[in-house]
């Protein structure tokens, strides 16, 4: 069995104009951080220490308020934000790890925006970070 569009399908193909649409939808992705001050990847973050973050489109352009370096209690889902980031590059984020962050495991979270956009993105690291 075979279909054969009728002629009113046919002629109207050659009125439609493709373009090709990139699909993705474009987040902060996070492959590693490592810890200068426990001297250890994905796994133990140190208060006050310095954490450097890898990744990719990890920039933080400031378009919003709520742009940042997130960590995220486990245990109660409070958020405490990395109030100096050092290095903003796309693909490193250095920064301080706060100071008050109190024992437990943590998520990282990036938020950002892209360029001349005002819609918040958000790349979530996977492991768990725990501070001792």
């Given amino acids: 069995m075979s279909i054969i569009p009728k002629k009113s399908v046919t002629g ?5 104009t493709l373009r090709r649409v990139d699909g993705r939808q474009i987040t902060p992705e996070i492959d590693s951080i490592y810890d200068w001050s426990s001297t250890t990847n994905n796994d133990i973050i140190t208060p006050d220490g ?5 990744g990719t489109n990890l920039k933080i352009l400031s378009n919003l308020e709520e742009e940042g370096v997130f960590f995220v209690s486990q245990s109660d889902d409070s958020e405490t934000e990395a109030a100096q980031v050092r290095t903003n590059e796309p693909k490193t984020l250095t920064l301080q790890i706060p100071g008050d962050l109190a024992a437990g495991t943590y998520r990282l979270e990036v938020r950002n925006t892209a360029y001349n956009s005002n819609t918040l993105r958000t790349g979530i690291f996977a492991p768990v ?3 001792e």
């Fill in 50 to 54: 310095v954490l450097e973050v890898t």
């Fill in 12 to 16: 109207v193909t050659d009125e439609i």
């Fill in 129 to 131: 970070l725990t501070v």
